[in-house]
């Protein structure tokens, strides 16, 4: 599989990585429901099969329960080691609502807690999952991280869901090599700021969700909605629901149909789609088992043609 450097960083990580956030499973504000720990495993395992060479994953995914699957799939694993990339600045309370905490002590201890779970010495990328509330509390939590990369904890550093007044304002404190916006053909927001300024910074850029959380898929349908567990997040989002459903399901249509003519799943294409703009750098995956991984693995074996983006983007431009 094709590699491309990670910003500023000496990791060439493989286009797209498996991303872990449904192997936490169910529980909390952004829950996917129920998931058996063996078939995420194997999912995991599928994917490394195929070459990928990271995992994606966070403290917030079930409450550490996805890192700690993520290291269990790692110690039953006889190939080459993947670089595990995780998140923090997250905390939960009992019911599981997530609350953003940058503050050195936090952060220090959520770092503490992620190496145990992964049962690592060092995380090869951390990344913020949330900006600060206030602009302080950003600068605390990277001047940590940087503190943290010093002590051996942390090869490298990123920023989840930063603008770019956030990503200058680490880059000030210390360097940025990577941001992880979520994009989509259905979720374009960062084409405008975000992915010009990476470029021009010489910082990475993961993708999430280039498959909208499963609507672009091709595999999505009404009836598969409506009897998804009720702890899935994706019952309570507005792009699963009409009006947004219909068009969407329409466009995981359209994308089916140019996929067909490349041998290729509609989530490939999607895949693909996302890959094809030059800062970005990888997309991160999600599956949650090894069926799922063979369906959509390709998305970084191909290209799209000039005419077929044209096609799948045409019905957008007036929306």
Known sequence: MKTRR?????????????????????????????????????????????????????????????????????RDWQGTRPYVFTKGGLRWDAPGTMTRALRADSLRREVEESLRRLRVEAIDLYQIHWPAETAG??????????????????????????????????QRIAPVTSVQPPYSLISRGIEAEILPYALSQDIG???????????LTGAMTRARIAAMPADDWRRRNAAFQEPQLARNLALADRLRAVGATHGRSAGEVAIAWALRHPAVTAAIVGARDASQVDGVIGGAAFALSSPEIAAIEAPLQGK
């Open 6 to 74: 990670l910003g500023n960083s000496n990791l060439n990580i493989t286009l797209v990585g498996l991303g872990a956030w449904a192997i936490g499973g169910g529980g909390g504000e952004f829950g996917w429901g129920p998931q058996d720990d063996t078939a995420s495993v194997r999912a995991i395992h599928r994917a490394l099969e195929h070459g990928v060479n990271w995992i994606d994953t966070a403290a917030a995914y079930g409450r550490g329960h996805s890192e700690e699957v993520v290291a269990r799939a790692l």
């Open 137 to 170: 509390e950003l600068e605390e939590g990277w001047g940590t991280l940087a503190a943290l990369r010093q002590q051996g904890k942390l090869r490298w550093m990123g920023a989840s869901n930063f603008d770019v007044a956030q990503l200058r304002l680490a």
């Open 205 to 215: 850029v993961i993708v999430y969700s280039p498959m909208a959380s499963g609507l």
